[in-house]
């Protein structure tokens, strides 16, 4: 596989990720959101093409990549935030599979790899993409005052994912290697198997949401609540037809203005970690 | 723009293309088709953007881009025809954005200096491919004999396509200049200013359909089933609520395994031909 590939597996991954469904309360092939729609997603997911391109060829860092992507989906004349956090996740994947080992192995000397300016750069790309985290007191993303702590105390990027790993899906996949992303492209593997691409990846989907607690829903609406749909996520998974109960989950969230959307970013890693292995018949 | 950016325009023109709906008897959003789903033409395009990125930077001839595409899809594991016809248009396309001047008389530059040798690598994607034409008595696509004839004639690929275009959307496109296309790209600007991104397309794929018997249809079920088919766009166009109309010859089709595929192509032309005017926050 050349850099190009593994770009593929990435954009693949997302617009895979995208049209699952229903994915209950993210947009999906069934439902656009009233402020951004489907096309907007993949216009973005688009837009981010040269940027994986680039992290697998090892033409960059990742924090300029990543801020670099987020510049991409804006000149496209999209003005939410489409993919901050799988392009946080897939940009270090990509530079690791462009490295063709041991992605593990890789992908650690990746992340602990990662520098002061990644950190500096990565602010600045969450501050123009306009994603929302939980509110921390120290070293806020939203705080423009944080970027001179972080040279001060010369923290790189890894450690400050490692800093915000109790409250933040995609820094706890940082911090850990993204084990959880590993783990649950074991299982979509087997799902997919089992029930078919597109059921496959909704019961992951499922699976994922029921076993930790969704950063984007705990930052818009608190811990209590993204402990609420994750409960109820599980509940889906007991009953007996779980795509119906996604289906009427999916209803009930969009009522509710609930969105997993760390979810659908850890989903995407693991559809990466999937492609890249050469899994392209079973996903497809 | 750059070559990536050619590129990423060919690559969104043809997911916004399979991704508007009702899109009546085609993969869209909505539906699958039981041998084909979504996800493979995802997997196509994706497939596909080396190949324009190529063709913008002047780096490949016509038919072997046309080759090369067509062994990228089926390297992802995808075995049916996907997006023979779009790949046949957007080459050509990219090819002339890519080198920045007038985009027409670049196309017409680019269409006329094909050569025998493009010839002989569009008849060899067309076979790889598993795409379907009308029957024609000489130089069949699907004849391997017509390789020696194109050969001993020195017929270039613009020569056969213009031995083609009685019978055929995308030969015709090819002797014309593309002219239907860009005269879509411009209908598709106004219904989608006045109807919004996916029912502006939906409605210019109406407009298409009605307009031009799809050789797809023709190819499969004969001429006066295809001419049947624009004449029933044609009603839906002249209705009280065109898109619910689009909705009903949907499930119509569906049902008759009736897909205009040509009319898709050149919708998928036609978005490139605006995404390469820049007409990204109309189109999105």
Redesign the interface.
Known sequence: MNA?NY??CA??AM??EL?AGPKPGNVD??HDHPDM????F??SA??A??VFRKAAAGEAGIGALILEAVEGWRR???SCNTHFGEITLLVPLTMAAGREGDLRDDLLRVLEGSTVNDAIRFYEAFRLSGARVARVDQLSLADRSAEEEIRCRELSLIDLMKLSEGHDLIAREWSRGFSRSFQLSALLRERVEEFG??DGLVLTFLEALAGHDDSLIQAKHGLDKAREVSKRAEDALCGDDPIQLARELDHAFLKEGINPGSTADIMAASLFIALRDGC??VI?
């Open positions: 190009d770009a593929q954009e693949l617009l895979l049209s092939r069934c729609g489907f096309r907007h993949l216009a688009v837009s093409y040269p496209f004349g999209i691409p597109n392209f018949e497809l």
